[in-house]
């Protein structure tokens, strides 16, 4: 058993010193090849802080600054640089100032690619900011956008021709006195002859035989309309996209924005079910004012393809400036239409 022991220690110890012959082996080509090469201690932590601080940087010009990951960035380039400091003063101590050069290299480095990153987010900051007028050409990062003249007309609201041959247009209102106030219309009754049930037409009866109320229901539209188009212009916005690389239009969005901050989109429910404006003589009137019409991009715009768009809003007369507001990918363009 002692023997047993005894020659297991010292295989132990043979194995030890083996291993030990390998390390310094391992350390002194490592230092001749270093010799070789002139590669010293400072060039390698010149190389990895170089490594470290683009790897934080670089991946920051996608990343907002206020996230979490922002922010365990930051703290760490922070830590970092705080590191490099102490490192810094250590290696000029012990190495005397010749070692300076090396040492501002990742400084510079590091100003240069933070100098980059603050120029390349104020100059998007400038053109998210800024407010294009009509006559410029806004550039986006894979298209430009031209935007041709606005204008501004009056609001047509279009009454059905066989209303306005009857009842006349929204200029003239109506003698509702001579018509009767019930529409005296027959009751349905059972034909005995012929043994089928004779069934009279609302909607017929009531566009042969006018009744008072919805002569009346017409004149409360008439009213109502033209109040609508004196308080309203039309606007038409016609524009152009020439794509600069293939261009997925469904990231493009278009809105205009009125500076008194409702939305245009919104249909006019007003007009819904509109006596006047319906095509129909009884309820239920089918009719729904649409104020706003936005023609579709279509698909994928190719490169050096050009593509026509428009945009048509009803405007309130005291709504003097309206942005049309395009964003794509994250960039925002506001071009301001003033009357």
């Not at 018509?179 to 017929?204: I, S």
């Amino acid at each position: 058993m002692r023997q047993l022991v005894k020659d297991s220690g010292a295989q132990l110890f043979v194995f030890g010193l083996d291993n030990l012959a390998s390390c310094r082996f391992l350390f002194k080509e490592s230092k001749q090849m270093s010799k070789k090469l002139s590669i010293k201690p400072v060039h390698l932590v010149v190389i990895g802080l170089t490594i470290l601080v683009l790897g934080i940087l670089i991946p920051s010009f996608f990343i907002d600054p206020s996230s979490t990951i922002g922010l365990s960035l930051i703290m760490g380039s922070i830590i970092l640089l705080s590191a490099y400091t102490f490192f810094a003063v250590n290696v000029v101590r012990s190495k005397g100032k010749k070692s300076i050069k090396w040492l501002v290299l990742p400084v510079l480095l590091l100003l240069l690619v933070s100098g980059g990153f603050f120029t390349y987010n104020k100059y998007q900051q400038h053109l998210n900011d800024k407010i294009y007028s009509t006559s410029d050409v806004i550039n986006f990062s894979d298209f430009t956008l031209s935007i041709k003249e606005p204008s501004f007309k009056t609001v047509e609201i279009n009454v059905p021709q066989d209303k306005v041959s009857r009842y006349g247009d929204l200029g003239v209102s109506e003698d509702c006195s001579k018509y009767p106030e019930d529409n005296n219309q027959p009751e349905d009754y059972f034909n005995e002859a012929t043994g089928k049930w004779v069934f009279h037409d609302e909607e017929k009866w009531e566009k042969d035989h006018p009744t008072r109320r919805y002569c009346e229901w017409r004149n409360d539209s008439r009213t109502s309309i033209n109040k609508y188009i004196a308080n309203n212009q039309r606007l038409t916005l016609n524009y152009e996209l020439t794509a600069n690389s293939n261009v997925d239009s469904s990231k493009i969005s278009i809105s205009l924005l009125p500076d008194s901050g409702r939305e245009l989109k919104t249909d006019e429910t007003h007009f819904d079910y509109d006596s006047l404006l319906s095509d129909r003589y009884v309820p239920p009137f089918n009719y729904a004012y649409k104020p706003y019409s936005q023609s579709d991009l279509g698909g994928d715009i190719n490169k050096g393809i050009t593509r026509q768009g428009e945009i048509k809003a009803d405007v309130r007369n005291d709504e003097k400036n309206i942005d049309l507001k395009v964003t794509y990918n994250g960039e925002t363009r506001l071009v301001r239409v003033s009357r």
